[in-house]
């Protein structure tokens, strides 16, 4: 009884879980996964299709490295709105299994942010 009922429950999980990974794909990939026989298997195809190999990853950092670099704070923008999308692009360097320090951010602000602002960073 107790193994009926262990197996009734790995077979509702196992449900369970595929289905929710249908509802959170689109529907263009829906038919590519469609066939696959458990959650696992839907798990590792995305891995391999949607991660990237080290040599992928390591030009998305490069790339966002650059994006980062390349940032200046607009005079229309508010500190919050450029740190914001700084953090944004860090967190993605981040994501990407790089270090990307807290300081950086910092130096980066103040380095690029408007002379009118000069007196905020004194004090």
Known sequence: MAQLKSHTTKKTRTSRAKATLFVAISEVIFP???TKKSAFEIWNYFKIEYEGDER??????????SEFEMQKMKESETIKEYTDKLLCIANKIRLLGSEF?????VQ?????IPERF???ISS
């Open 108 to 112: 980066k602000i103040l380095v690029t």
């Open 101 to 105: 320090s807290d300081s950086r951010i």
């Open 32 to 34: 590519r996964i469609m």
């Open 118 to 120: 000069d007196a905020t």
């Open 56 to 65: 992928l990853k390591g030009m998305q950092v490069l790339n966002l490295v």
